[in-house]
């Protein structure tokens, strides 16, 4: 069976040996988890030998386009990479938009597995079917945007689209990203630290080809009723006109964005690194991803003060939570430069908003003095302690040594587990889960740790009136159902931001235009519990069970103080009984016998445990 | 006649244009195979739109030895005569826009061809970044943008008490 819309060939790199090799795109697996995310989940489970060290050579970088990238579909832009992750120790992926997705359609690969360990520093060269190992000696310690340019230089090429780690992923800072295209990364997890371990500093890709697709009638009509739909939705109109931070008021206002290290859901000074306030004072114009009607990526210019002269693309909502709300930070410049700082040397921003309010906490509590952070005031709400930090994190230096850990290592070590905001070792986004129970599910049973974009059920939860977000009746259900939603949204590497507007069925008719298969809703969500099971599986094997799928005993025991969520706690052991119950796993959550069975897991199961 | 005009500053660099001019002409999405094409210089956060701008003189047409370009009478395009063509790439260095590509397989020049008169990336750009004019009328947008800038100019001007004339300066 040949796949349409699929470039049929997955270039294996062995690092270790310097062997490259190119084999055909598995179709049946492709058929059977429609791509990318699905693909790469099962792809890590069969490949990686239970317990890989994380940072050995055995770990894996599995990135993986989806079926429709490279064709016309509009926001097919994401790839994933699939590794075991070194500040969790799951499963974990994650998604990078910008151009680096159809450029590898277009080379002529559907994914690249990257494998081993090189002795010295080298990047990934991929020109069409010409692919070969070059030397990155002297692009070791680059900055990413440095890195980028260097490579498009020495190539002489100025269109080629390069990932690269910066100096925080050779520095095996557990949360260091992959960047690309300067603003875009591949940001939870830690998978730049994987890459620096690997001592792989970058991938440079060049491609002239194509893809075909089945059916080009199809995909064309299909495609302006998408931008139709696009046009006319308000949502995606805010977004085009906001960027994600359209989202600060609807979240700080009802009382749901975690502030001051999640110690409650309301910023009082959100309105200060709102969407509007940052339109007025640093937009200038829009950047988008490949084939995305909506371009939600905005250009910042910092104009004066100390960092006059910063531009990123960017802030992205979760940056602003993060490193603003979560900081106490309303200092919208010190906002960009923290994450100007992250995005050159390679560190999410997400997870290091959460380490930074974390050290915050942990000086109002004199659990480390001004003697520990060299000088460093670091207040709740200081931005310019804030810049400070980050620099102390993206080198290594002095306490920012402790915090490239991740918030749980860095709260274990100084004795303060309680006060780190993570799930199985993943920092918390930016929303609270006080303030909206489906998200505190959501964040407990992810595989790769609290991440938002897992089962992202805060729009039903905020809708009408909002007080649903309160509400346990139906919550279990709801995550189960947004979650094998996003495993298929994920999987076709679709932008996550067109699932606001279109329904799951636009998406499925938009991949069987491209790949002749007939597939309906009923069986993309099927596919979707397969791959949630398949990264169950994962886990399991690793040891994970019930036990990790909790949530901090701040969101369990203290309630929330203050904002329009005031009064609210996360009762979250009888959404975990239900929840189990309604996916088929037993009271520990794990995949019972039957259920992998009746999804026809269970002779893979017995295969890899 | 129509004329293609390009605004740089307002194209976010989603390439829908080289998707969609690609797709008509070939059938198929190819950034290689396009007759627009999006450059990004990623260091100043810039997008730039790059193809036929229909000049009054083509210096390609003047530069090909093979008589394998001409302009259209109708729409004002530069036609490719396919089999006179002979890919040596003269033209491609001829255009002051880099507007002219090559495509590999045929080995032969692409240049935009106004889609006949319904240049398809005019039509699914949703930023308004290639507009498709009169000739005459071509002018007016730059002129209107170029006012705008003196307007705020001059505003700012009297904000800061640099100049006050006008309204507010006859007290
Ligand atoms: S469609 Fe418009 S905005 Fe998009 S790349 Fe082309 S010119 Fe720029």
Excluded at chain 1, 586 to 603: K, V
Aim: charged share 25%; glycine share 12%; net charge negative.
């Amino acid at each position: 069976m040949a796949l349409k819309g699929l470039a049929g060939k997955i270039l294996r790199v062995n690092l270790t040996s310097g062997s490259i090799t190119k084999e055909p795109t598995p179709d049946d697996v492709f058929a059977g988890y429609i791509g990318a995310r699905g693909v790469g989940a099962y792809l890590l489970l069969k490949e990686l030998k239970a317990h890989t060290d994380p940072l050995g050579p055995d770990n894996k970088l599995i990135f993986l386009t989806g079926p429709v990238e490279g064709t016309l579909a509009p926001g097919a832009n994401k790839i994933t990479v699939t590794f075991r992750s070194p500040l969790t120790g799951t499963y974990s992926f994650s998604l990078c938009g910008g151009h680096l997705a159809p450029e590898v359609k277009f080379a002529g690969y559907d994914g690249i597995i990257i494998e081993g360990r090189a002795d010295r520093p080298v990047y990934l060269w991929i020109d069409d079917d010409r692919v070969s190992l070059k030397d990155a000696s002297h692009l070791w310690g680059k900055l990413t945007h440095a890195t980028e340019d260097a490579i498009r230089a020495e190539l002489k090429d100025d269109a080629i689209r390069v990932a690269c780690i910066g100096p925080a992923g050779e520095k095996l800072s557990r949360f260091a990203c992959i960047q690309s295209d300067y603003h875009r990364e591949f940001g939870r997890g830690g998978a730049g630290a994987v890459m620096g371990a690997k001592n792989l500093k970058a991938i440079a890709v060049r491609g002239t080809g194509s893809v075909e697709v089945a059916d080009p009638e199809a995909l064309e009509a299909l495609t302006e009723k998408v931008y139709g739909i696009l046009a006319a939705n308000l949502k995606a109109r805010a977004r085009r006109y906001y960027g994600t931070p359209e989202m600060v008021d609807g979240t700080n206002g009802l009382g749901y964005w975690g502030t001051r290290n999640f110690s409650t859901g309301y910023f009082e000074e959100g309105h200060n690194i709102n969407a509007a306030n940052m339109k007025e004072k640093i937009f200038v114009g829009s950047m988008s991803c490949y084939a995305c009607p909506i371009a939600c990526g905005k250009v910042s210019l910092i104009r004066s003060g100390p960092y006059a002269g910063t531009m990123i693309e960017g802030p992205e909502f979760e940056s602003t939570g993060l490193l603003g709300a979560n900081c106490g930070v309303s200092d919208l410049e010190a906002l960009v430069k923290a994450v100007e700082i992250c995005d050159i040397y390679g560190l999410d921003t997400m997870s290091a908003g959460a380490v930074a309010s974390l050290a915050m906490e942990c000086y109002e509590k004199g659990i480390i003095t001004k003697e520990d952070t060299d000088g460093l005031e670091l207040n709740f709400g200081n931005g310019e302690a804030l810049v400070a930090l980050m620099e102390k994190i993206a080198r290594r230096e002095g306490i920012g040594d402790l915090f490239a850990e991740g918030a749980k290592r860095a709260a274990e070590k100084l004795g303060v587990p309680e006060l780190a905001m993570q799930v199985k070792g993943q920092e918390f986004a930016t929303y609270e889960p006080r303030g909206c129970k489906g998200m505190g599910l959501g964040y407990a049973i992810s595989p790769k740790g609290a991440h938002h974009m897992i089962a992202p059920t805060m729009g039903p939860e905020t809708a009408g009136d909002g007080s649903k977000r309160f509400e346990y009746k139906g919550k279990a259900a709801l995550v189960r159902e947004t979650q094998f939603l996003m495993a298929v949204v994920d999987s076709l590497s679709l932008c996550s931001s067109m699932r606001f507007a279109l329904g799951l069925k636009e998406q499925i008719d938009l991949y069987c235009a491209v790949t002749g298969l007939a597939l309906d809703e009923a069986g993309a969500m099927l596919i979707g519990e397969k791959i949630t099971n398949l990264e169950r599986l994962f886990n399991l094997r690793e040891g994970f069970d019930r036990k990790d799928d909790y949530l901090p005993s701040r969101m369990l025991k203290e309630k929330m103080p203050t904002g329009p969520s005031q009064g609210h706690l996360v009762e979250l052991d009888p959404m975990l009984d239900e929840y189990y119950d309604l996916m088929g796993w037993d009271h520990e959550g794990r995949p019972t016998e039957n259920r992998l069975a009746e999804l026809g897991l269970a002779e893979l199961w017995r295969e890899v445990r | 006649m129509n004329v293609l005009v390009t605004y740089p500053e307002r194209c976010v660099g989603c390439r829908i244009c080289e998707q969609w001019c690609s797709w008509k002409h070939e059938g198929q999405v190819n950034p290689t195979k396009s007759r627009i094409r999006v450059h990004r210089v990623h260091s100043k956060y810039l997008n730039i739109p790059v193809t036929c701008m229909q000049c009054a003189k083509s210096p390609c047409i003047a530069a090909c030895r093979e008589g394998a370009l001409r302009k259209d009478s109708a729409t004002g395009a530069v036609i490719v005569d396919e089999e006179k063509c002979i890919g040596c790439r003269r033209c491609v260095r001829a255009c002051p826009y880099g507007a002219v590509a090559i495509d590999k397989d045929k080995r032969i020049v692409l240049i935009c061809d106004l889609c006949g008169g319904e240049p398809q990336c005019v039509a699914h750009c949703r930023e308004g970044a290639i507009e498709y004019v009169s000739l005459a009328l071509a002018d007016r947008g730059h002129r209107a943008a170029y006012v705008e800038t003196v307007v705020a100019t001059m505003a700012a001007e009297t904000k800061d008490g640099i100049k006050a004339t006008g309204e507010g300066g006859c007290q």
